[in-house]
């Protein structure tokens, strides 16, 4: 069955230090969203993507904050200057068009900033 | 803004018994979606159960079902036959129709005794 993909599992960065996290969406889906969760808390939206731009943000998505789709199947969340209250879970989720909005998460990528 | 809540921080049931998990929204849409999603203590979000606002039939998947109350803005999973593997935390989330984003509820965590 397919799945949505993330890389790194685990990253561990130095305040300041600017972090790529990468994710593989399924491949006919055409909806990207970024989501983080802070540990015990809930999960929060961050962006949502579609059609090579930026389809809402968040508040928390600042200038800090980029998207890409670099190619025709990575989908990229950077964050230029990480803060240490940007330690959290990140996943990335994907949908299509015709799946009454039904979200398919990655396993996430667990930021540590130190 | 959409809201969602969930009251119970923290649930527990016996196994083989049944369970109703508690949430309630806050939108002025009348076209929406509304998910349950499992957290396991891995981490990966994955789906439980959807329902779409303009369908009357409360949504059912084996074992799980919800009971959807559109006037009240309430949506509860109920989950039978309670099995050890269900321990997780469970959150509640509302988008707009379309593929739009989630919001999340705080979640809860729910319990098996054996």
């Known amino acids: 069955e397919p799945e949505v993909t993330q890389t790194p599992s685990h990253q561990v960065t130095q305040m300041g230090q600017e972090v790529i996290l990468r994710c593989v969406p399924i491949s006919n889906h055409l909806y990207f969203y970024w989501y983080r969760q802070i540990l015990g808390q809930k999960v929060e939206f961050l962006v949502s993507?579609?059609?090579?731009?930026?389809?809402?943000k968040s508040e928390i998505f600042d200038d800090q904050f980029s998207v890409e789709r670099p190619d025709g199947s990575n989908f990229t969340l950077k964050i230029r200057s990480t803060k240490l209250e940007d330690s959290a879970m990140y996943f990335c989720?994907?949908?299509?068009?015709?799946?009454?909005?039904?979200?398919?998460f990655g396993p996430g990528t667990r930021l540590t900033v130190l | 803004a959409q809201t969602v809540t969930q009251s119970q921080p923290e649930m527990s049931v016996q196994e083989a018994e049944t369970v109703t998990l508690s949430c309630t929204y806050d939108t002025s849409e009348s076209d929406y979606y509304l998910f349950w999603y499992k957290q396991p203590p891995s981490r990966q979000m994955i789906l439980v159960i959807r329902?779409?606002?303009?369908?009357?039939q409360n949504a059912t998947e084996n074992r799980f079902s919800v009971n959807f109350q559109k006037a009240a803005k309430s949506f509860s999973l109920k989950i039978s036959d309670s099995q050890l593997g269900d321990a997780a935390m469970y959150f509640c989330?509302?988008?707009?129709?379309?593929?739009?984003?989630?919001?999340f509820g705080t979640g809860t965590r729910l319990t098996i005794i054996p």
């Open positions: 993507f579609y059609n090579n731009e930026i389809s809402e």
């Open positions: 989330a509302y988008s707009n129709f379309g593929n739009e984003k989630l919001t």
């Open positions: 989720a994907s949908t299509t068009a015709s799946s009454y909005n039904e979200q398919f």
């Open positions: 329902q779409e606002a303009y369908k009357q």
